[in-house]
């Protein structure tokens, strides 16, 4: 269940220099592999923890993948889609 408006859903947000906040993520994707969040006015994007509940990560830049692996991910993916429906 979603909070109140004034007391938005918050998780914990381990940032690249070390730090954790917690924060409210915003513009999730819709498969749920990434979102932004605003610490001290500077939008960090993020990307879930694989081994905590509400936890994410921020996505540094040596941690993004180019545009190539992101069509080729999207063609796997599709592909499996397909396949599962018929």
Same mark, same amino acid.
């Given at each position: 269940m979603s909070a109140p408006w004034n007391q938005p859903d918050v998780s914990t947000i381990y940032? %690249? +220099?070390g730090r954790v906040v917690q924060a409210e993520v915003n513009g999730k994707s819709i498969d749920g592999t990434s979102g932004s969040v605003l610490v001290e006015g /500077? *939008?960090?994007q993020v990307a879930p923890e694989p081994d905590q509940a509400d936890a994410w990560r921020e996505i540094t830049d040596d941690q993004s993948i180019g545009l190539e692996e992101l %069509? *080729?991910?999207h063609a796997l993916t599709r592909f499996d889609a397909e /396949? +599962?429906?018929?």
């Open positions: 940032l %690249a +220099d /500077r *939008e960090i %069509a *080729e991910w /396949r +599962d429906t018929h």
